[in-house]
T-cell receptor, first 114, second 117 residues
Framework: GESVGLHLPTLSVQEGDNSIINCAYS??????FIWYKQESGKGPQFIID?????DKRQGQRVTVLLNKTVKHLSLQIAATQPGDSAVYFC?????????????FGKGTKLSVIP | DGGITQSPKYLFRKEGQNVTLSCEQN?????MYWYRQDPGQGLRLIYY???????QKGDIAEGYSVSREKKESFPLTVTSAQKNPTAFYLC????????????????FGPGTRLTVL
């Protein structure tokens, strides 16, 4: 099969536009999800989280949507700024309450065009 | 300032050498984790520890070892048995353990980039 190798999915948006980054998760029993932002050469930073008893959660300029029916998570960034350029990872807690492990997706690279 | 630190930022290793990566946190977190990240890839779990003096293998533990003698510290040793150790290594911590919290985010350190010469 095709290896994703070094080629991350990339999303390019114009500064000021809204961005939507998508993530398909694998485990229907997962009940906690996080979005992280990783700038080049740095560790991931927490953006927002959501539990499975919610379908939407809003933060400052960010919104996470959860669709458990199709196991899909999305991150919406309003009025995207150059400082938003980074790789964005979704992570799921695969084992339910009481487990502290997270499983990470491969990431999406967001490039903001000034 | 509370946080999680890793050292060194860059590390070079000759083939056949063991090297140890440091991870320290002052967040009073029970749980700590080590991940490996390769270019264009997500994070893969090497080892994790939910409490002092206890640790578990993750998905790619072969060629690595850890210890958890203190709550604040979770060093990772990359042994000569690890065939392809060049990667970006990330340490994380979360409240976990005895807090009773079921859901907890992981806080990451700045990472150590290991290169085999």
């Amino acid at each position: 099969g095709e290896s994703v190798g070094l080629h991350l999915p990339t999303l390019s948006v114009q500064e000021g536009d809204n961005s939507i980054i998508n993530c398909a998760y694998s485990n229907s029993a997962s009940d906690y999800f996080i979005w992280y932002k990783q700038e080049s050469g740095k560790g991931p930073q927490f953006i927002i989280d959501i539990r499975s008893n919610m379908d939407k959660r809003q933060g400052q300029r960010v919104t996470v949507l959860l669709n458990k029916t199709v196991k899909h998570l999305s991150l919406q960034i309003a009025a995207t700024q150059p400082g938003d350029s980074a790789v964005y990872f979704c992570a799921e807690n695969p084992s339910g309450a009481g487990s502290y492990q997270l499983t990470f997706g491969k990431g999406t690279k967001l490039s903001v065009i000034p | 300032d509370g946080g999680i630190t890793q050292s060194p930022k860059y590390l070079f290793r000759k083939e056949g050498q063991n090297v140890t990566l440091s991870c320290e946190q002052n967040l009073n977190h029970d749980a700590m984790y080590w991940y490996r990240q390769d270019p264009g890839q997500g994070l893969r779990l090497i080892y994790y520890s939910q409490i002092v003096n206890d640790f578990q293998k993750g998905d790619i533990a072969e060629g690595y070892s850890v210890s958890r003698e203190k709550k604040e510290s979770f060093p990772l040793t990359v042994t000569s048995a690890q065939k392809n150790p060049t990667a970006f290594y990330l340490c994380a911590s979360s409240i976990g353990g005895t807090s009773g919290a079921s859901y907890n985010e992981q806080f990451f350190g700045p990472g150590t980039r290991l290169t085999v010469l």
